[in-house]
């Protein structure tokens, strides 16, 4: 029998409950299978709603695209619910990844505790090593000077590369693909007779955004993605939203009734409602999500960070 002592000394992980976890891996996979085996074939009937569209998008709307006219038009109640709860997530990870407000008055607790912290340990001095990595952490911050292009690096320069933009290839395979990528996402918000809409097109605009920065660095893409102006944008867009919605209600006796005049089918202007409804919510979406993926990504500590911890 095995010493109390001696168990600490067994490589093997004990195994706790095998079973229950292969009785819930196996309930899982037959529900999956249920589910994909049950799924209607094309012989069975259409929803009551997508029959709605199928017979309606044309008259109502002027728009040979029954998903647009659903999702615009149909059930736009839901569409508006899914564009604010976006609102709020975007404020939700604005408020998580804030940096620290500058304040108005001079409130000197950092300032003294900094003082209070070098008489009671005061650092060594800063080695040439330790500068060195303190310039290049500023310079990935954007803090420092650095070259606009690897092209201006100085043949030989140690890495790493502290250019903003990437190599040649890249920035010329960047600019072949975004006019691409923007007419595409123009094309699903601004023709009323195609599948898609304010959000893939918000999407693909953040994909846009997104090229830019890594092709040609963040000063390339700094005037877009500043807070205080896309927040202004994506405030009209949502603001742009809830009133072309509310205007049903004296225009055409509904919240989110079509008020808009028709235009013939398959035009720019097709669709009515859906189309207006569709560009403000690109407006929204899209400043929404490059607020949210750039202030994760220069999320920064709340405090003060400890002399300590930066060298």
Known sequence: MTRPDERELVSREPVHRLWVG???ALGLGAGLLLAVLDLPDDTAPLPSIARRAMVEALPAFRTTEPVSAVVYGFRAMDTFGETFLLLAAVVSVGLLSRTREPRHGFIGEEKAGAEEQSRSDPQEQETAQQREARAGERVEAGEGDSPATPDDEPVGTPAPERAHA???VT????RLALPLLAVAGLYLVTQGYSPGGGFPAGAVVL???LLVHAAFGYPAVRPLVRPGRTEAVELAGAMAIVLLLTLGLP???SFAASWVPLAPEQSLRSGGLLQV???AELVEVASGLTLTVFALMGMQ???AADP???S
């Open 22 to 24: 292969a009785v819930l």
């Open 166 to 168: 990437m190599t040649v």
């Open 171 to 174: 920035r010329l395979a960047v």
């Open 207 to 209: 994909g846009v955004v």
């Open 251 to 253: 225009l055409a006796g």
């Open 277 to 279: 409804f569709s560009l």
């Open 301 to 303: 500590h709340d405090w």
């Open 308 to 310: 300590e911890d930066e």
